[in-house]
């Protein structure tokens, strides 16, 4: 297993469009987690997953953004109708069990709204 | 509400110095767990160490040592005979039984 792995790397759209991003967790971790880093901060916390079921969701998760992860496999996020303020690089992570063991992040996809 | 503090933003040495980082926390549960990770250029974050509130041992790690006080609630990180690889943002990280909150990072620069 090669990791965590996110898709696009980088992404750049127009204000207003649609965008989708893809996580692939490692193959065995049953919890996954979405998070968005800008320049300068730490990760902020959007989602999470425990298998397909979607447990938490942050504050900063607004309605134009949706994220699934059916089957408990790959998971997407969505953000509709992008504004400026969403540019930032979004994290995925995974891990085995429990919230408390340690998460493994990909290496992000990076998004541009101009 | 869980909260982590890292309050130097930067820090710069010379190879070969010692540097700390330090780290924080705030949190109403006596079960919780803490995290250092390490994100360097590339911009992946990297696993270092993980912590359980139940264990304050101090660890170390090659050149790297971790301090854990439960009664300061600190979580602090050296790195002995720094070098210039080491140079990355280092993050402390907290979770009690949910997510995972991060601190906002000391950016270490290692200068040859």
């Known amino acids: 297993d090669t990791g965590v792995s996110q898709d696009p790397r980088h992404k750049i759209t127009k204000r207003g469009q649609n965008v989708t991003f893809r996580c692939d967790p490692i193959s065995e971790h049953n919890r996954l987690y979405w998070y968005r880093q800008t320049l300068g901060q730490g990760p902020e916390f959007l989602t999470y997953f425990q298998n397909e079921a979607q447990l938490e969701k942050s504050r900063l998760l607004s309605d134009r953004f949706s994220a699934e992860r059916p089957k408990g496999s790959f998971s997407t996020l969505e953000i509709q109708r992008t504004e400026q303020g969403d540019s930032a690089m979004y994290l995925c992570?995974?891990?085995?069990?429990?919230?408390?063991?340690?998460?493994?992040f990909g290496q992000g996809t990076r998004l541009t709204v101009v | 509400a869980q909260k982590v503090t890292q309050a130097q933003t930067e820090i710069s040495v010379v190879e070969k110095e010692d540097v700390t980082l330090d780290c924080v926390y705030e949190t109403r549960d006596t079960t919780y767990y803490l995290f250092w990770y390490k994100q360097p250029p590339s911009g992946e974050l990297v696993f270092l160490i993980r912590?359980?509130?139940?264990?304050?041992q101090n660890e170390i790690s090659g050149r790297y040592s971790w301090n854990f006080q439960k009664s300061t609630s600190s979580f602090n990180f050296t790195i002995t005979a720094s070098q210039v690889v080491d140079s990355a943002v280092y993050f402390c990280?907290?979770?009690?039984?949910?997510?995972?909150?991060f601190g906002a990072g000391t950016r270490l620069t290692v200068k040859p």
């Open positions: 992570a995974s891990s085995l069990g429990s919230g408390r063991t340690e998460a493994f």
């Open positions: 990280a907290l979770t009690e039984a949910l997510d995972m909150r």
């Open positions: 912590r359980n509130s139940f264990d304050e």
